[in-house]
């Protein structure tokens, strides 16, 4: 089983392509933890399974390096977005991918699709829809316990679930620290991503990720729009907004009925297939 892939980053935020058109295989928890693993398989934040097809609209599937199913990913949509261009599976610099989280429509924004834009849809506050146990509300500046010491948490979902909690300063170390406890607290029954957001201006913040099912990581497209979104609630930000990350930068910009847009790079790194040694495995 020689399995082909490509495999691309978003600001150092890396997934693998794996196109059943191409070659398909069996998506098991167990192989999508192999291969992500960066000392026993390739090695990736994730893996972008499609083109499926419903009518002319292209299917994503998105796995976290855990093995579980994410609805949505800013960073792996643009990647996707980029690779169908390459393929020629669409052929207008506009066209829209299904995931779990819902439609979101694209703009090419040059002629290599290194510059991608991206409808991501509109966010929630209301608990129930993102999920958060308890009463049904919205989670705009409440406060959560986490591990022992209260913080200040605004919450929502962008097709997919976040946590924001705004800090005077943020680190890789505090957002370590903390996300653990946040991803897996009893509060989110579905768990949770987390965003450390250090509000430098009107017009620009500085996170840390951590996300769920995958830990820490340099950058999130869908964590930028829930850091934005969050801040911009709460009055700390205009509608137009850029997001720091330790990866680089995202231009997220917020609509006044809650969509949000995001604007960033995608760059492909290489292409193979896997070692028929690394195949056997995963047909164990």
């Not at 002319?56 to 199913?69: A, Q, Y």
């Not at 760059?267 to 047909?283: C, I, M, V, Y």
């Amino acid at each position: 089983m020689a399995v082909h892939f490509k495999k691309y980053h978003g600001l150092g935020n890396d997934y693998l392509v794996i196109d059943p058109n191409v070659q398909d295989f069996d998506m098991t928890a167990a192989n999508i933890r192999l291969i992500c693993n960066r000392n026993f398989g390739i090695g990736s934040d994730g893996i972008l399974y499609g083109p499926k097809f419903e009518g002319d609209t292209p299917v994503l599937r998105i796995f976290n390096p855990d093995g579980s199913e994410a609805e949505k990913s800013g960073n792996g949509l643009r990647i996707f977005a980029k690779y169908l261009f390459e393929k020629k599976y669409v052929r207008s610099k506009t066209f829209q991918i299904k995931t779990l989280g819902g439609i979101v429509d694209v703009q090419v924004q040059d002629k290599t699709a290194n510059l991608i834009r991206i409808n991501m849809g509109k966010v929630t506050f209301i608990s129930n829809e993102i999920p958060v146990a308890g009463p049904r509300r919205e989670v705009v500046n409440e406060p959560l316990d986490i591990n022992g010491t209260p913080y200040m948490v605004t919450c929502l979902s962008i097709g997919n679930p976040h946590c924001v909690i705004p800090m005077k300063e943020v680190s890789e170390e505090m957002a370590r620290a903390l996300g653990p406890y946040v991803e897996n607290h009893k509060l989110f029954p579905n768990r949770i991503n987390m965003q450390i957001v250090k509000v430098i201006d009107r017009s620009k913040i500085d996170i840390r990720i951590w996300e769920r099912g995958a830990g820490y990581t340099l950058a999130s497209g869908s964590s930028s729009c829930a850091a934005a979104a969050a801040v911009h609630r709460l009055g700390l930000v205009d509608n137009d907004v850029t997001v720091h990350m330790p990866g680089g930068e995202l231009r997220i910009e917020i609509a006044d009925d809650g969509r949000i847009h995001m604007t960033g790079p995608v760059e492909g790194t290489f292409e193979g297939r896997f070692h028929p040694d690394l195949a056997k495995r995963l047909s164990e």
